[in-house]
């Protein structure tokens, strides 16, 4: 028997062993590439769940530093307004994480038609749609925008790259307030703390070095975070102004002259008022003809799912 008989029957038969367990082929069950599919096919997760994981830590434990330690030492008046603020700033960018590394990038579907018309589809277009790239850390096409977002485990495509900027915005912002704020807390714990002879109480001495090296800590914390992240929010504001992408930039594929420039003012407004691409829709059922089956190892090997 040849090579490619042998194939079709291993995948014919593992059509078979999925069908027998009254369960459809959907097309996010075959999908290749590094991004896990959760819900049903509803929620995609990039390539790097750990890193996402990382840096939500990264993300939580200053303001829970702060919030515990650090804003106690604020004037009561203004204690409770700061708690709501940075409560709701939190929220912002945990919201802002979750809808960026849990929405489809922007993934391109090359597998629409039956295996025949696909063969035919590909010997008469290009291999790659304008502005689009196989970013190998997510193994799969996409209209990228950017390579990926840091700390996020996740391609940047274009359907979640608002998402993205607007974290990156919100991220510095909660950096400089928790510089300022916390400068403020470290200021009154000396206020608070030392008497008029300028020792403590030593009682309170305790209390009064946690306190300082705490808002100390995420003083110095918000500023290596400010320093990593505003160059990469200037970066990606320059991209946007300029409508280039990340790939378009680095390897300067336009050269002096960009045709998709259309200005800085239009080049924003597009960015910010753009219709989203439509999403792959990963709960398609599979016919046995279809090129995920026929081409992808994932497919082929569908029977363990």
């Not at 042998?6 to 590439?33: E, L």
């Not at 599919?37 to 769940?49: C, I």
């Not at 792959?280 to 599979?286: A, D, M, Q, S, T």
């Given at each position: 028997?040849?090579?490619?008989?042998?194939?079709?029957?291993?995948?014919?038969?593992?059509?078979?062993?999925?069908?027998?367990?009254?369960?459809?082929?959907?097309?996010?069950?075959?999908?290749?590439?590094n991004i896990s599919?959760?819900?049903?096919?509803?929620?995609?997760?990039?390539?790097?769940?750990c890193t996402c994981l990382i840096g939500l830590i990264l993300t939580i434990l200053p303001f829970i530093l702060f919030l515990s330690f650090a804003l106690p030492l604020l004037q009561e008046s203004a204690r409770s307004g700061m708690y709501v603020f940075c409560s709701i700033l939190l929220a912002i960018i945990l919201m802002l994480m979750f809808l960026t590394s849990c929405t489809d990038p922007g993934i391109i579907d090359r597998y629409t038609?039956?295996?025949?018309?696909?063969?035919?589809?590909?010997?008469?277009?290009?291999?790659?749609?304008?502005?689009?790239?196989?970013?190998?850390?997510?193994?799969?096409?996409?209209?990228?925008?950017?390579?990926?977002?840091?700390?996020?485990?996740?391609?940047?495509?274009?359907?979640?790259?608002?998402?993205?900027?607007?974290?990156?915005?919100?991220?510095?912002a909660s950096s400089v307030t928790l510089i300022i704020i916390a400068g403020f807390c470290f200021v009154n714990a000396g206020l608070k703390y030392i008497n008029e002879q300028g020792t403590i109480n030593p009682e309170y001495l305790l209390e009064y070095m946690i306190r300082t090296i705490v808002c100390g800590f995420v003083m110095i914390y918000s500023f290596a975070a400010l320093c990593v992240l505003l160059p990469l929010f200037i970066f990606h504001t320059l991209l946007?102004?300029?409508?280039?992408?990340?790939?378009?930039?680095?390897?300067n594929i336009h050269g002096s002259v960009n045709p998709f420039n259309m200005g800085c003012f239009h080049n924003c407004g597009q960015f910010m008022c753009q219709s989203r691409r439509e999403s792959?829709?990963?709960?398609?059922?599979?016919t046995v003809d279809h090129p995920l089956l026929m081409l992808e190892e994932k497919g082929r090997q569908i029977a363990k799912v």
């Open positions: 028997m040849s090579r490619e008989g042998s194939q079709t029957d291993n995948i014919q038969h593992s059509i078979a062993v999925f069908s027998r367990s009254k369960r459809p082929i959907r097309k996010y069950h075959a999908w290749p590439g599919f959760h819900l049903r096919g509803h929620l995609q997760l990039g390539y790097g769940r038609t039956t295996y025949d018309e696909y063969l035919e589809m590909i010997s008469k277009i290009p291999a790659d749609q304008p502005r689009s790239s196989w970013p190998r850390f997510c193994e799969t096409c996409m209209t990228a925008r950017s390579a990926r977002g840091p700390f996020l485990g996740v391609c940047i495509g274009k359907r979640n790259y608002l998402y993205f900027y607007v974290y990156l915005i919100c991220v510095n946007i102004a300029r409508n280039k992408t990340s790939r378009e930039q680095s390897l792959v829709n990963f709960l398609e059922k599979l």
